[in-house]
């Protein structure tokens, strides 16, 4: 091990026990995590749940809760779209020096700096695009636990076999989209985020939806429950 810079100078606790140390990588840089114990660390005030039961409602679009308050998906946002437009040029300028350095598709080969360049923009850009849904689910959350509610019901959502309802062969151009957008939307890693966050309460319970419960293909006037394809689940 060398040097190496901390994101916060001269605030590492002292005489206190450290634990679980971690390495992570998100494609660009490498992260050193460690466990703090000290008692005396200031903690933040949390709100008392209110006595009330609050339903949340994951689709593509936007997060609904029974409250009828929308919160729009990062996915959706002007930022998220032009990020993901630049991403997808860089990716064909990408192939293109990939096919001029290695037009025969051999195992060894030398490659240009400039195409090392566009992978390392790529990267960049991959991690933009994932701290920005990071970023608005826990908005999402910090505004759901300003009134913390007694109990909250999710969805188990299964969203491999959501997506893979058909072959990628025999999928539609429309099909093919809408599975690319709920793949991007993240929705098992908010349920994951939200789960983590409410350890600290512990006078909240979470109640899980059935998997294959029709929530979004039944009325709630009169039940009928209505077939539906990828695109029109939002």
């Known amino acids: 091990l060398n040097w190496i810079k901390l994101a916060e100078k ?3 606790p ?4 450290y634990y679980n140390p971690r390495v992570s990588y998100d494609g660009e840089y490498f992260y050193l995590t460690v466990g703090v114990n000290d008692d005396f660390a200031p903690k933040k005030k949390r709100n008392n749940p209110i006595n009330k039961t609050i339903g949340i409602d994951l689709n593509i679009n936007e997060i609904v809760t029974s409250e009828d308050i929308r919160y729009k998906q990062a996915t959706k946002t002007k ?10 040029r860089l990716q064909r300028s990408l192939s293109r020096k990939y096919l001029i350095c290695n037009p025969n598709n051999s195992k060894k080969c030398k490659y240009s700096n400039n195409y090392y360049k566009n992978m390392n923009l790529i990267r960049q850009i991959n991690k933009r695009l994932t701290n920005i849904r990071d970023d608005c689910h826990n908005k999402i959350i910090d505004h759901i636990l ?5 109990i909250i019901v999710l969805e188990d959502l299964y969203v491999k076999d959501m997506i893979r309802k058909e072959k990628r062969k025999k999928m539609t151009y429309e099909q093919k989209e809408a599975a690319k957008n709920l793949h991007e939307a993240s929705l098992r890693k908010f349920r994951v985020l939200l789960e983590n966050r409410l350890r600290k309460y512990k006078d909240i319970q979470i109640i899980t939806a059935d998997r294959y419960y029709p929530s979004t293909k039944k009325c709630s006037c009169c039940g009928n429950i209505k077939h539906m394809e990828i695109k029109e689940l939002h």
């Open 146 to 150: 300003l009134n913390p509610p007694s």
């Open 14 to 17: 002292q005489n206190v026990s």
């Open 10 to 12: 001269d605030r590492i």
């Open 79 to 88: 930022t998220y779209k032009k990020i993901k437009r630049r991403k997808r």
